[in-house]
């Protein structure tokens, strides 16, 4: 982001907006969490830099570490024996998929092994790349679709059968979704478009997007210590005033 570009506006963190009641949506990010663990940085790390404060923040004795796919804080104690200095810059760091492009990677891989199990050697080898999600995959998964539509279509006009009707849906979803969503044959802009599409839901511009504006206050306040206390006088010392009255001369006089 460069001084001429617009603030992007605040998108909220996976799994807080409000539910849909007739169009429930995935949170891909809280499965992939939910599958392989969450994606921090920081924990090796003897002290923080300002410009850590995106991913880790050290308050009242702890620190907070973001999970960098679902943005997920998670409060632990500072690493006792740590590794380096400072966390690695930006750089230096892969960021997880998150957004459309983790969408993405889910739905190519349910196509993958749905093409396993309906077409033979070039859906395998179409499904193979997929895993991999390359462009030109896309490409033969759609070719490999929509090449067996007239055969099911011939299939239900011979007759027409539950697991036919099921069949055909599914392939017609398929090269309907891969046609639109990966913007196949410069559909809704084409590759390019993709492209700039995915780095705005992977860089670290889609992580400044779910970063609430203000620092959050610690979340422990200070203890304050009482002042200390002045010295009681003797029981002893306080009788015997007392006894004696204000004018009486003391035993040291």
């Not at 690493?79 to 200095?85: I, S």
């Not at 929509?146 to 006009?157: M, S």
Request: glycine share 6%; with cysteine.
């Amino acid at each position: 982001m460069n001084a001429s570009t617009p603030p992007s506006p605040h998108v909220a963190a996976p799994g807080t907006e409000r539910p849909r009641r007739f169009r429930p949506k995935l949170r891909y990010e809280l499965i992939g969490c939910g599958l392989h663990g969450h994606e921090i940085l920081g924990t090796d790390a003897a002290a923080l830099r300002p410009e850590d404060e995106l991913f880790a923040r050290d308050s009242g004795g702890l620190r907070w570490y973001r999970c960098l796919r679902c943005d997920s804080w998670l409060a632990l104690t500072p690493p006792e024996h740590p590794a380096r200095k400072y966390p690695p810059a930006r750089a230096e760091i892969m960021l997880p998929l998150r957004g459309k492009p983790l969408r993405d990677r889910y739905v190519l891989r349910l196509i993958a092994l749905d093409r396993m199990l309906h077409f033979l050697v070039l859906s395998a080898l179409a499904a193979a790349v997929l895993l991999f999600a390359r462009r030109w995959a896309e490409y033969l998964t759609f070719v490999a679709t929509i090449v067996f539509i007239p055969y099911e279509i011939d299939e239900l006009i011979k007759g027409i059968t539950a697991l036919k009707v099921v069949a055909f849906i599914i392939n017609v979803a398929v090269a309907v979704y891969l046609l639109y969503a990966k913007r196949l044959f410069r559909v809704r802009g084409g590759g390019r478009a993709e492209r700039a599409e995915r780095e705005a839901d992977t860089g670290w511009t889609a992580i400044e997007r779910a970063t609430p504006k203000s620092t959050p206050q610690p979340l422990l306040r200070p203890v304050i210590q009482p002042p200390p206390a002045a010295p009681r006088r003797p029981r002893w010392a306080m009788d015997s005033r007392r006894v004696a009255g204000p004018g009486a001369p003391s035993a040291t006089s």
